[in-house]
Structure formats: structure tokens, C-alpha cells
């Protein structure tokens, strides 16, 4: 069943965008988006945990790398979902959750902290 909304909401939340507060952090340029924008999600999980490793020597040894990806994948969609929706209901549905389930997400992984610089704004 497709979801229409009813009426266009308009809240804080429309003007974050990720791309942006990791510009205005000196953390990406639109030239590295475009570069970056042609890698698979897994050649850039792979090209991160490759860059983590060379700084500290070369070993991941006894990380569990492979049980945090679950929640960097949540933390990452989060994300992704308060960027791109109208509001904090919308970015809920966009990803299955409910208003409860949604807004425990948001607190465990700081989320409004994250983006409030950009909020402010």
C-alpha cells in the first residue's frame, strides 16, 4: 500500500542535510561526494576499516567488527532518514519504525545532538 501524506509538514528536521554539515565541518567537498558516490556501500565500509587499520598498525585483531555493523548500519540510516525526511514521523515510517522505537534510536545514538549545529542554523 502506498503512503500519501495528507498535507506537506513542514519542520526543522526538512533542513538538515548530512552532505552539508559535513562540508560546513571540513569533513567531505562536493569533489569527494562525487568520488565517493561511485563506490558500492560495501567497497566503502571495506576502504574504511582498511584506512581504521592503518592507523593503529595494521591490526583489527579482536574487534568485533562484525557485531557493530548492525548498529553502525541502524546509526547510519538514522541518519540518512533525518536528512531526507519532513519531519522526525515521516523519517519513523521511511524506515519501519514506530514513533517509540524511532525516537529510542535517536537518543541511543545522540542524532539531535549530531545535526543541532545545522538546526540552529
Known sequence: MLWIP??????????????????SKKKTTVEFEVMLN???LEE???LKLEL??????GKL???PVVRAMTSIAQE???????????????AARFLGLNK???????????????FSEQLDK
Open 76 to 90: 547510519a540510516s538514522l541518519y540518512y532518514a533525518l536528512s531526507a525526511a519532513a519531519s522526525k514521523r515521516e
Open 44 to 46: 566503502i565500509i571495506g
Open 100 to 114: 517509540v522505537e524511532f525516537e529510542k534510536l535517536v537518543k541511543k545514538y545522540n542524532l539531535i545532538d549530531y
Open 38 to 40: 561511485q563506490l558500492k
Open 52 to 57: 581504521a587499520s592503518r592507523s593503529i598498525g
Open 6 to 23: 495528507r498535507k506537506k509538514s513542514r519542520s526543522k528536521y526538512q533542513r538538515v542535510s548530512l552532505s552539508k554539515l559535513l562540508r
Open 61 to 63: 585483531y579482536g574487534l
